[in-house]
């Protein structure tokens, strides 16, 4: 059973008729949002689905490695993901899994890739923080750990992070969206020059990396945005 209509909820298709787990991949997708009811709406379905929720079914929550993030702990995006981490875990047989920037077939603008190249084909101002780091992952390898996580893995209320090994600074993320686009748009602004950087933990999945032979390097993300978006130049 799958709840949810976005890039991830659509790569779990093949859960959609097993009633033994429940994904909820519904709600907020901007990490930008501001719309306190969309917020609420998010938890207003959560628990509705939670309360229906068999003794026994596993509940799978996608959340974010945001949360990791010191430097967005304010955000209400943050809050709200951490809210809702803290409701399922009243419940048992659950598992949690935060995710970084995952890329793949989807028309969300609000993604960080996506968003960037709107900026870029459209010579729009792009303001990139110094010392900023990104961790970008391909959807199908997301798919690939948590499937082995749920076949293999007997330990359930778990919070797992998934995630690529490496991050990748976001200058050199737009530099190189900027060569693929041949776009001229790429600005820092000086007076945005902070540090924005946290190390995301991977130790849980590397058995699961090593058994599935994913080869994450610090070149990873440009085969992944190449594989998504260079016959889009």
């Known amino acids: 059973m799958i709840y949810g209509k976005g890039l991830i909820a659509k790569s779990f298709s093949k859960y959609k008729k097993n009633r033994k787990f429940i994904f909820f991949a519904s709600g907020v997708s901007n ?18 689905v939670l309360f229906k929720k068999k003794r026994k079914q596993i509940f799978v929550y996608f959340s974010s490695c945001s949360v990791l993030d010191p430097s967005k ?33 989807t028309s969300n ?28 992952i391909d959807v199908k390898d ?3 750990i948590i499937d082995l996580i749920l076949k293999i893995d007997p330990s359930k209320n778990k919070i797992i992070n ?11 993320i737009i530099s190189y969206l900027s060569t ?35 080869k994450f390097h610090k070149n990873y993300y440009k085969e992944v945005l190449n594989k998504y978006y260079v016959t889009k130049n």
């Open 109 to 136: 603008n609000f993604t960080l890739i996506n968003n960037l190249i709107y900026k870029l084909r459209n010579n729009k101002k792009i303001v990139a923080y110094f010392g900023a780091t990104r961790n970008i």
């Open 31 to 48: 990490s930008l949002e501001t719309n306190f009811s969309k917020y609420n709406r998010e938890i207003q379905l959560l628990k509705k």
């Open 180 to 214: 693929m686009f041949k776009s001229q748009s790429f600005i820092i602004s000086k007076k945005y020059l902070i540090k924005s950087s946290y190390i995301i933990n991977v130790n849980y999945i590397k058995k699961y990396i090593n058994l599935l032979n994913i």
């Open 162 to 172: 998934i995630a690529n090994k490496y991050n990748n600074k976001i200058i050199d």
């Open 73 to 105: 702990k304010n955000s209400l995006y943050v809050k709200h993901k951490l809210k809702i981490e803290n409701i399922i875990k009243n419940f048992d047989y659950y598992y949690i899994f935060r995710l970084p920037n995952v890329v793949g077939k």
């Open 142 to 144: 997301v798919v690939s």
